[in-house]
């Protein structure tokens, strides 16, 4: 049965979409058998990861407004054991034509929970807002992962959606977990980056993932070639960093013991 991660943070340009790519990538790359949800209108975790979003017929909404059965739709990509099941600009939608349904934060729940035995682990892209997809992700997740920009206003609206988290724990998933905040984006020469990583790790000590994600030109260049970075350049520091951060999560998940020094480290 699946894990299932959502990423979430609803600041937009933090590095949920490449999180969500290249952790899974490198999830599959390490043998697991992962799936991709793109919960995001803009489709680009579908574009990411080699798709031509013009050519999506079906897509998550149909799963959530037409109760189609996932399994019909999910795409299987170049990297073997990693599949999407892909969006498109029609989800915009989706929010106003679920708010009359019934139990609809759990409709995305419903969905996945056809396809769970499938995989080991599921992550979800949510989209840039604390809207009912982001709940619905939420409340069908067993942990998210918080991406935090190494930017001046990396805090700022972490407390909605910290707040959002708690009353989602509190009234629709009792299990939701924090699996871990992700700090992006860091480039070591920036006095302020460094700041970001001290402040973040003051505030939230071991909810702090120990893999920082570096600035890296080879992990911007990569989804315009439609491939995670593991794929594009294996060798970079982005290839590198999401390895470590998959093999955090598994060490975390206690699905593998990976002493510091088998670590995947750069040069």
């Known amino acids: 049965m699946a894990k299932i991660i959502a990423l979430a943070n609803q600041k937009g340009g933090v590095g949920k979409t490449t999180t969500a790519i290249n952790l899974a990538a490198s999830l599959a790359v390490l043998e697991k058998k992962v799936l991709i949800v793109d919960a995001d209108p803009q489709a680009n975790a579908t574009s990411g990861t080699g798709f031509d979003i013009r050519a999506i017929k079906t897509s998550i909404?149909?799963?959530?407004?037409?109760?189609?059965?996932?399994?019909?739709?999910?795409?299987?990509?170049?990297?073997?054991?990693?599949?999407?099941?892909?969006?498109?600009?029609?989800?915009?939608?989706?929010?106003?034509?679920?708010?009359?349904?019934?139990?609809?934060?759990?409709?995305?729940?419903?969905?996945?929970?056809?396809?769970?035995?499938?995989?080991?682990?599921?992550?979800?892209?949510?989209?840039?807002?604390?809207?009912?997809?982001?709940?619905?992700?939420?409340?069908?997740?067993?942990?998210?992962?918080?991406?935090?920009?190494?930017?001046?206003?990396?805090?700022?609206?972490?407390?909605?959606?910290?707040?959002?988290?708690?009353?989602?724990?509190?009234?629709?998933?009792?299990?939701?977990?924090?699996?871990?905040?992700?700090?992006?984006?860091?480039?070591?020469?920036?006095?302020?980056?460094?700041?970001?990583?001290?402040?973040?790790?003051?505030?939230?000590?071991?909810?702090?993932?120990?893999?920082?994600?570096?600035?890296?030109?080879?992990l911007s260049e990569s989804p315009s070639y439609g491939k995670p970075v593991v794929l594009y350049d294996a060798a970079s520091k982005g290839s590198v960093n999401y390895l470590n951060l998959a093999r955090e999560i598994l060490q975390k998940n206690d699905e593998t013991k990976i002493a510091n020094a088998e670590k995947v480290v750069e040069e």
């Open 61 to 218: 909404y149909e799963c959530l407004v037409d109760d189609q059965d996932p399994k019909n739709i999910i795409l299987n990509s170049d990297i073997e054991g990693l599949d999407l099941i892909p969006s498109h600009i029609d989800l915009v939608g989706a929010e106003i034509e679920m708010l009359n349904q019934p139990n609809r934060e759990y409709m995305l729940k419903h969905v996945i929970e056809k396809i769970k035995d499938d995989y080991d682990y599921i992550l979800i892209d949510c989209s840039p807002s604390l809207g009912l997809i982001t709940v619905n992700a939420l409340t069908a997740a067993d942990s998210v992962v918080i991406p935090v920009q190494c930017e001046y206003f990396a805090l700022e609206g972490l407390g909605k959606l910290l707040n959002t988290v708690k009353i989602i724990q509190s009234r629709l998933n009792k299990e939701l977990e924090i699996e871990g905040f992700l700090l992006t984006m860091y480039d070591p020469r920036l006095r302020l980056s460094n700041q970001v990583v001290d402040e973040v790790k003051k505030h939230f000590q071991d909810m702090v993932f120990e893999t920082i994600i570096q600035r890296n030109i080879k």
